[in-house]
């Protein structure tokens, strides 16, 4: 069974920095793409920043530029790293990854809190 598991989420000042990862536990799968999505409270998710198995990466308009999302295959993890960071991007952000055969898989989430 596919798990994937976040960390790194956390309380930071404005400007300030995290890193999530997003580890992908189990057994027997290979990973076409992995993406960070967020919801805010009140607000429907939204893709934060995506990557396939081919390196292409895409980031949502509001986070390019501040966002840098990369992957480590050997250890089947992504990673978010979020500086400048902004009271608007204070929301649960959720780690997605779709696998060859057996489909997308969601993380629980982690919290993200950014105070002004």
């Known amino acids: 069974q596919v798990q994937l598991v976040e960390s790194g989420g956390g309380l930071v000042q404005a400007g300030g920095s995290l890193r999530l990862s997003c580890a992908a536990s189990?057994?027997?799968?290979?990973?076409?793409?992995m993406r960070w999505h967020r919801q805010a409270p009140g607000k429907q998710r939204e893709l934060v920043a995506a990557v396939t198995s081919g390196a292409e990466i895409t980031y949502a308009d509001s986070v390019r530029g501040r966002f840098t999302v990369s992957r480590d295959n050997t250890k089947n993890t992504m990673y978010l790293q979020m500086n400048s960071l902004k009271p608007e991007d204070t929301a649960v952000y959720y780690c997605?990854?779709?696998?060859?055969?057996?489909?997308?898989?969601w993380g629980q989430g982690t919290q993200v809190t950014v105070s002004s």
């Open positions: 997605g990854a779709t696998f060859h055969y057996i489909g997308e898989y």
């Open positions: 189990g057994s027997g799968f290979n990973i076409k793409s």
